[in-house]
Structures are given as structure tokens and as C-alpha cells.
């Protein structure tokens, strides 16, 4: 792990850290405004450095190729803090995006890095080559072989300097180059940062499922002990998931650029202010102002009220991730935030789909909450892949060496109102109807859920078992998927016991359905030495 980063905690594949730069602590994730170092700099701006600094950003990214073409020699002799009015942390990019949109800018890779040293930053980024998205595979293959070359151009400067300096990964939609991009940018010393470039026109056009896809190929290959910036990303929408992902750092200008657009930042998108009759915020800005208000003003301070609500919105949601990850409730979030865009719930699609890998990066459990489980997809939180592991590995040992000394298999459905399961109604009843025919000193238990499966009785009160909440509602999908399951382990005991009395209930609706699709699967209940019995 380098020495510049730390991480404090950590839930999926997000992490709270922090970065030791020259100028101070910086703790992630954390969003960097993007400042204008012409346009918000001096008392005609519309939103300095210095006030979002009072506004509590401890670190801010301006461009540094912008500084040297507008102030010159003259911002050496200032340093870039002195130049923008920031006491903060700053990082600085080197024109890359110029360069994107105009494709080419005046100034060499060494030229701008050796700048950014005189300048003085605490970050910096060398001269690297965007992918656009409209890049054909030759070209972001030029981009991605020229990033490196030079990036081992000017591996002296970087590899000797105080500044903390950043290394791009492209390839942008082509997500072999990305691999390849971030496989050969983890041998190289004297970088301390990563950083995934090209995703603005896919966050821009709400195409997060490719970010998505960029995110997961790059991290696989990148050491996990370095810091990852993600540029371009400004949006509450999209931090939760990238975050889960491993990204530690954002920028972005869209705070004020939505601001010059009347364009008003939410967690679930943006609204227009004139359509907007009262806020929904309780910002400094949003309980002082209303739309009608803001509407009456002049541009100028209508921006910059925008603007601030804006940065408002985007810092509230990199704490309220922070919150989560120290609670271990970080899917949980995703899940939530899932639900407000079909684009997101595309993004969570990507996700599920990788959720053996988020695993391994994940802790078992932690603070004091419950397992909160939603739906099927919740069967694919870190925990519940562990619990089913580990759950399928008791199970095996159950049905060799435990089963074949019992006569018989009784299964109740766990009533997910109560648990333990075994203090409820149900159980009492069917321990009741056992003890009626003298099973008891001979019954094996098994409680069956649509989320669990079927659980050995000795494990109900370990974790997740009796620590969870799940909704009454089954979706059709996972009620069919516990029938199937249960089938399978009636299979694999059948031949152990004299008897397997599966009970179901009207009280659980989903357990009566269980049974009649074990009707169907069994086509001769008796001869298998199967009782389906309502309680």
C-alpha cells in the first residue's frame, strides 16, 4: 500500500480513506470541485474558490494548463493557491479535456508537468489522451498506448516529487483497452493515484451501466491499495455506485454549469427551477429561498445560489455514503437509490451481475444493524453469498452424517414476523402435531424461507438467520426457486429417513404455494415417503 493512502473502513468495494498530501489530510471518498481558474477567480466571480472553500470542500481540482496560458510566470510566483484564492488542498489537471473537445492544446506532456510542480500542486495529472466515446478502436488504442508512453516519459519528475501525482486508465467503451490500460499502469512506480478518464458523455447522456462496466475492468486489475479518481462525475445519482466500486475520488463543474442552466441538483436527477413551485432541500440556499425568489433575481446571483445548492446536494450525498459504509449498509443504499431511474437500475443490473467479485472485497458484517433483504436481488449482498456458502456446506454435512441417524425430516416454514423462527405459532403447532405421534426424539428440523432456503434448526439464531428483515411479499421467481430447492434436498435424504413431513400455512401464503408446486414436482408424494401437511 503506498504510503500516501490509508483506508479506514470499508463495505463492498467501497472504502473510507485517507490521502497524506504535502498540504494536509484529505479524507474519501471525496468530491473535488472543478474551479475555473479564469472564470472564478478575483471579485467579479460568481462563485469563488475561497467561498465554496467557507462552504467546507476541503480540496478543490482546477487546470493547470488553463493557469499557465491566462497568468504565466506569474502564477509560479503565487503558487496555485495563491493564484485561485483556495488554502486548501488543490489538484490540478493538465488541459486532457482541452484536448478532448478542441484535440490538441499548445503545451508538451513534460512542459505541463514540470508547471504543475512549479505551481506548486498537491495533485497533479500528467498530459494524458481521452478516449471520446466516439473513438474507433484504433484511436482509443492510440490513446491508451500514448497515456503510458507518457506516463514513463516523465517517470523522473514524477517518481522524485512531493506532489502526489495521478496516472489516467482510458480505453473508455472498449473494455479489453481498459484492461490492458490498467494491467500495465499498475507497474509503474512513483504514481500514487489512479484515475478512470473518458466517462463524461456516458454520465452526460445517463449511459451509467457503461461506467459501470469501465469501473469493474479497471479495478480488477489495479492494485487495491491506491486511491481511484473517477473524472467528470458530479451527480448524487451516480456516487453511491461508483463508490461501491472502489472509486475514491470525483470532480466535476456540473454544479455550475447545471447552475448557468437553471438546472437544480437532486439526489434522483435535476429539475428545472422555474418548474419548480417549492424546494425540496432544506440547504442554507433552498430555506432561505424559493423558486419564485431565485427566478426574480439577477442571473448573476441566481447562479451562484444554484451553484451552492448544488455543491450542497453532491457533499450531503458523499456523506450520507460515508454513513453507510460505517454501517455496512452500503447495497442497501444502491438498491434504494436504484429504484428512482431506469438507468440506475441498469447500473445495479451491472452490479448484481458482478457480485462475486464486490465479495471478496467486502466484510462479513459489521456495525448493529439486521440483514435487510428486498428482494431477489438482495440474494446477491456479499453477506448473503457467504451465508449461502457457508449455509450449502452445513447442509452437505447435515445430510451425510446427521440425517441418516433420524427417522424423520419435519419442515416448517420460517414466519419471517418473528423470529427467532422457533417462537412462533407455526413452530409450537408443529411440534405439537409431532409430539401427537410420538416423533419428537426422532425428527430432524428444518425451517424453509424463499431467502435462505432451508435452514438446519441448530443454525436459526446465528447470524443472518434471526437478524434480518424481509418484506411479507415474495416475488414469484424465488417461491418457485424454494420449491425447486427443497425438492432437491428431499432427493438427496429421501433414502436416510422413513418419513419427511413438509408443513405449510395459510398464515404464510408463499408456503402454500411451495406445496402445490412440490404437488406437481413429486408425482408419487407416498412412494417417496413425502407428507405435505397444512397447519
Not at 428545472?272 to 425540496?280: A, C, D, N, Q, Y
Not at 445495479?348 to 440483514?371: A, C, H, T
Not at 424461507?449 to 447470524?463: M, N, Q, R, S, V
Request: charged share 25%; aromatic share 10%; proline share 5%.
Amino acid at each position: 500500500m503506498p504510503d500516501s493512502f490509508q483506508i479506514k473502513d470499508k463495505d463492498l468495494m467501497g472504502r473510507i480513506g485517507v490521502i497524506e498530501t504535502k498540504s494536509g489530510r484529505l479524507e474519501t471518498p471525496v468530491f473535488l470541485p472543478v474551479i475555473d481558474p479564469v472564470e472564478q477567480v478575483g471579485d467579479k466571480a460568481i462563485l469563488p474558490a475561497s467561498e465554496i472553500e467557507k462552504m467546507g470542500f476541503k480540496a478543490i481540482i482546477t487546470n493547470a494548463y488553463l493557469i499557465k496560458k491566462t497568468y504565466g510566470e506569474s502564477a509560479i510566483e503565487r503558487g496555485v493557491k495563491g493564484t485561485i484564492g483556495f488554502s486548501g488542498i488543490v489538484m490540478t489537471d493538465s488541459g486532457a479535456y482541452q484536448h478532448m473537445v478542441y484535440g490538441s492544446v499548445d503545451v508538451g506532456n513534460r512542459e505541463i508537468v514540470e508547471f504543475q510542480e512549479r505551481l506548486g500542486s498537491d495533485i497533479a495529472v500528467i498530459l494524458d489522451i481521452p478516449t471520446k466515446e466516439s473513438s474507433s478502436y484504433s484511436e482509443a488504442l492510440h490513446s491508451v498506448e500514448e497515456t503510458l508512453r507518457r506516463a514513463r516519459e516523465v517517470i523522473d519528475i514524477v517518481s522524485r516529487s512531493e506532489t502526489l501525482w495521478v496516472l489516467p486508465i482510458q480505453g473508455g467503451a472498449y473494455l479489453d483497452l481498459v484492461r490492458r490500460s490498467a494491467r500495465e499502469a499498475r507497474e509503474f512506480d512513483g504514481y500514487s493515484i489512479y484515475a478512470i478518464g473518458s466517462p463524461v458523455t456516458f454520465l452526460q447522456s445517463y449511459r451509467y451501466s457503461k461506467i459501470i462496466d469501465m469501473i469493474i475492468t479497471a479495478k480488477e486489475e489495479l492494485l487495491p491499495s491506491y486511491p481511484v479518481h473517477l473524472f467528470g462525475a458530479g451527480h448524487p445519482m451516480i456516487l453511491p455506485f461508483a463508490i461501491a466500486l472502489g472509486i475514491d475520488m470525483f470532480d466535476s463543474a456540473s454544479y455550475i454549469l447545471y447552475a448557468k442552466d437553471n438546472r437544480y441538483i437532486t439526489e434522483y436527477g435535476t429539475e428545472r427551477v422555474e418548474e419548480l413551485e417549492v424546494f425540496p432541500c432544506s440547504c442554507p440556499v433552498c430555506s432561505k429561498y424559493s423558486p419564485k425568489d431565485l427566478l426574480e433575481m439577477d442571473r448573476r446571483e441566481r447562479v451562484g445560489l444554484i451553484a451552492r445548492h448544488n455543491l450542497y446536494m453532491i457533499d450531503k450525498e458523499v456523506r450520507r455514503v460515508k454513513t453507510y459504509i460505517r454501517e455496512g449498509r452500503l447495497w442497501d443504499l444502491l438498491v434504494e437509490r436504484s429504484r428512482s431511474h431506469p438507468s440506475l437500475l441498469d447500473a445495479m443490473n451491472r452490479i448484481v451481475m458482478s457480485s462475486d467479485k464486490i465479495e471478496k472485497y467486502s466484510p462479513y458484517s459489521k456495525g448493529r444493524r439486521g440483514l435487510f433483504i428486498y428482494d431477489s436481488t438482495s440474494r446477491h449482498k456479499p453477506q448473503m453469498i457467504r451465508t449461502m456458502e457457508k449455509l450449502s456446506r452445513y447442509l452437505s454435512y447435515i445430510v451425510e452424517k446427521r440425517i441418516p441417524g433420524m427417522k424423520i425430516v419435519a419442515m416448517i416454514p420460517g414466519d419471517g414476523s418473528i423470529k427467532p423462527f422457533s417462537s412462533s405459532p407455526i413452530y409450537a403447532r408443529a411440534l405439537g402435531d409431532l409430539s401427537r405421534e410420538s416423533l419428537l426424539e426422532e425428527v430432524f428440523v428444518f425451517f424453509y424461507t424463499p431467502y435462505f432456503g432451508a435452514i438446519p434448526e441448530d443454525l436459526e439464531e446465528t447470524y443472518p438467520f434471526s437478524q434480518h428483515e424481509a418484506p411479507e411479499s415474495v416475488e414469484p421467481s424465488l417461491i418457485r426457486n424454494l420449491g425447486e430447492e427443497i425438492y432437491r434436498l428431499v432427493t438427496r435424504i429421501r433414502g436416510s429417513v422413513s418419513r419427511i413431513i413438509i408443513y405449510y400455512s395459510k398464515e404464510i401464503p408463499w408456503s402454500v404455494e411451495v406445496a402445490s408446486i412440490l404437488r406437481q414436482m413429486v408425482i408419487s408424494p407416498r412412494d417417496w415417503g413425502i407428507v405435505l401437511r397444512e397447519i
